[in-house]
């Protein structure tokens, strides 16, 4: 990967992100967009949007979504201990014992997620496991007064951000779902200022894909798109305990990830396959049988329907605060969907026959 989409990569991973349209990650994917967009803009709901080569008639849509799995506050205790209920999907364990960011009027405020001693947890708290409601933030609050001082109802919070490098091109953080996908289609966009395009292009940073595709929604009713590609993280078999059977024979470092079903326009899908083999991209297929949870399907529905497709780049762990991608994968996905769109002569018909 390059010294600079590398440097944008940790630049965006240290910005947290919970709704998607908190002002330091926009600022981050606005600028890195300046580079490479003919004109970036931003609209109402929060998305963010470069882009090129406008005066076609025939539009492409390229989405990722830049917010994160989060927390928001809703009380705070007499003691100072701080509630909360979750942004997006959590598994409840990851969080014990977490550093986390608050994001306030005032500025980031840093607590931790504890929880009871192991010693003194009796054998039914052992059995029950864990639930998002039992776990507390602490601040380090003398009382409520102290720390409503720093914090206040409805404020969010993240895992704080930790970018590390692993072995052979791995990198961890939490976030990269989707904070990758809103990276690809900026450096997508990058990878096409110089080609001949016959289409236009819009790259566009969505907001509130774990809540429900909101920005997508939104932001495809708008721009109204012949065609739209999402980028999202995906599911991998690869580590101890993960069941090929559900998720399909996929890996960290061997490709992209296709799909195949319902929310893939066949000619859609066949293309970026084709493209793949032409410019010897590796890719690896995953069995899609209905709507996807990503954006792809938000785009797919949107006005009278739109050729869709969802390129995923493998993750483990992912909604941890240790997802982990690879960085040849990443690098990949840019190239896959950059010549998918230099492929398109606007003469293609989508409609399945
Ligand atoms: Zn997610």
Not at 141 to 163: E, H, M, Q, Y
Not at 171 to 193: I, K, Q
Not at 197 to 220: K, P
């Amino acid at each position: 990967m390059n010294a600079d989409a590398l440097t944008f990569l940790k630049n965006l991973m240290k910005q947290p992100s919970p709704s998607g349209f908190e002002v330091p990650a926009q600022k981050v994917i606005r600028e890195r967009l300046r580079l490479f967009a003919d004109r970036v803009t931003g609209d109402v709901h929060g998305n963010l949007i470069g882009a090129l080569n406008e005066k076609a008639k025939t539009k492409v849509m390229l989405a990722g979504h830049v917010d994160e799995i989060g927390l928001m506050i809703t009380h705070v205790d007499d003691k100072g201990f701080i509630f909360f209920s979750a942004i997006g999907g959590w598994d409840a364990p990851v969080a014990v014992g977490q550093h986390v960011c608050i994001t306030t009027a005032k500025g980031p405020v840093y607590g931790v997620i504890g929880r009871k001693p192991v010693h003194l947890l009796d054998q039914a708290e052992r059995e029950k496991g864990v639930k998002l409601e039992d776990l507390w933030i602490d601040i380090g609050a003398r009382n409520k007064a102290d720390a409503l001082k720093a914090v206040a109802v409805g404020d969010s919070v993240v895992i704080t951000p930790d970018f590390i490098e692993l072995k052979n091109e791995l990198v961890s953080s939490r976030a990269f779902d989707d904070r990758v996908g809103a990276w690809v289609v900026t450096e997508a966009l990058g990878a096409l200022r110089r080609r001949k395009l016959n289409v236009a292009v819009y790259a566009v940073a969505t907001v509130q894909e774990e809540i429900g595709l909101r920005g997508a929604i939104t932001s495809a009713y708008h721009l109204k798109p012949d065609i739209g590609i999402a980028v999202d993280v995906g599911f991998t078999s690869d580590y101890p305990g993960a069941d090929p059977k559900k998720v399909g024979d996929t890996a960290l470092g061997k490709g992209p990830i296709l799909h195949q079903g319902a929310n893939i326009n066949p000619v859609l899908g066949k293309l970026l396959c084709d493209t793949a083999r032409r410019k010897k991209i590796k890719f690896q297929m995953q069995a899609e049988p209905r709507g996807t949870g990503t954006d792809a399907n938000a785009i797919q529905l949107a006005r009278g329907g739109c050729a869709a497709a969802l390129v995923s780049v493998p993750s483990r762990y992912i909604h941890s605060p240790v997802e982990v991608v690879s960085l040849r994968d990443l690098d990949a996905t840019v190239a896959l969907v950059a010549e998918t769109v230099a492929a398109l002569t606007a003469r293609e018909n989508f409609i399945p026959s």
